[in-house]
DNA sequence: CTGAGTGCAAACAGTTTGCATTACT
DNA sequence: AGTAATGCAAACTGTTTGCACTCAG
């Protein structure tokens, strides 16, 4: 079982939500994710392995542990919500996205996250989190 | 008329596209704005003004405008999709969206859009644009 | 045993689309 | 006159909600 699933699973229980079979299954299938997903996605994941869970449970997982901080959604306004798993280190990625096919990919840059660390003390917001999205065509889209 | 109305409008009749009233009223609505409406917002300023246009041909009208680039449009994931005037000579800003009350300001930094320059030479994707979002706590909602 | 969690289906909200009508060019 | 553009209403899509049932604590 990965790290994330581990904390994930103690942070539920110490937030005293019960460990019930189908959010569990959608936290492990969230712990196998390297990037997004969608809440269909992980729905097709479970419908494969024959433990099928309901969306709206599916949605309702993912709005827990969003509100815990576990997990990251992004909107990139091509349909559906965006889902990852947040890990606790601080650590953490930005998007590319394709305009033409809609591929994610993810990248990490040091020097972007200091550029709005800094940035997050001249404003006048509490600043809690941020994203970053570049778009443009992927390499295949461009080949 | 705004600049930004002006050239638009001027892109509109390069592009082959007719100069018709309703489209017309969108774009002098648009350009009025300061940062981010939704559609329903540009509705219900025309109301006001007597100028009803149709929910249909302004998601028509916006759709056409960022197609050709003059508007940006960006996903909060807060029910709907946030539109502006995007203007011409590159200079753009950002947006800071208040967790609590959903409000959304604006903000410019030259080392931050440095810092994404450099990065976007590094990836693999071409990239042709990128929203920054930073998350948190408004001025109003943190007293 | 008690209530958090679930699944289903119905409800919703934003957006898109088909089609008859209007109005630029 | 010809055709892009509009308005309306119906269709769609992703997400949320109400409710009876289930199961973890």
Known sequence: MSDWVQR???TLERAGYRASGPRRAVVEVLGRQRCVVTARD???VLREEGRDVGLATIYRALDVLS?????????VGEG???????????EH???LVCDRCGDVSAFEDPQLERAI???AQRVD???????VVLRGAC???VA
Chains 1, 2 share one sequence.
């Open 42 to 44: 992980i729905a097709d």
């Open 67 to 75: 509100r815990l901080g576990s997990v990251q959604r992004l909107d």
């Open 139 to 141: 390499p295949r889209c």
């Open 80 to 90: 559906s919500a965006l889902y990852e798993p947040a890990h606790a280190n601080g």
């Open 93 to 95: 990625h930005h998007h």
């Open 125 to 131: 917001y509490q600043v809690a989190g941020h994203d």
């Open 8 to 10: 994930t699973s103690e």
């Open 117 to 119: 660390g800094r940035l």
